[in-house]
Nanobody, 126 residues
Framework: QVRLVESGGGLVQAGGSLRLSCATSGLTFTSTNMAWFRQAPGKEREFVAAISWTGGITYYADSVKGRFTISKDNAENTVTLQMNSLKPEDTAVYYC???????????????????WGQGTQVTVSS
């Protein structure tokens, strides 16, 4: 059974930092592409960052580029999202996602991912 469990969310002031973690189980993690998405109230779920199965290739939404860093620990089966210089518009529920398909897919779309965590709330106050 595949499980993705996010942690590390919370309340932070604008300009602050948070580090999100996603602990996984039941996956062949070393061959799984991972990503973070977020969803603000009343909005669609949107892409934040993705990382290839090797950890060697990363992708970022323009809105977070230069502020967020995604990383993958294949020994610990975890993926993290370091978020710096947070802004109020970063407020959302953040979801971890896993893509186990060997066929390359668009890393930025929800439909490319097979498994999702339950999400962790990030709130940035102004």
């Amino acid at each position: 059974q595949v499980r993705l469990v996010e942690s590390g969310g919370g309340l932070v002031q604008a300009g602050g930092s948070l580090r999100l973690s996603c602990a996984t189980s039941g996956l062949t993690f070393t061959s799984t592409n991972m990503a973070w998405f977020r969803q603000a109230p009343g909005k669609e779920r949107e892409f934040v960052a993705a990382i290839s199965w090797t950890g060697g290739i990363t992708y970022y939404a323009d809105s977070v580029k230069g502020r967020f860093t995604i990383s993958k620990d294949n020994a610990e089966n975890t993926v993290t999202l370091q978020m710096n210089s947070l802004k109020p518009e970063d407020t959302a529920v953040y979801y971890c996602a896993a893509d186990t398909d060997i066929i390359p897919r668009d890393r930025t779309v929800v439909s490319s991912y097979d498994y999702w965590g339950q999400g962790t709330q990030v709130t940035v106050s102004s």
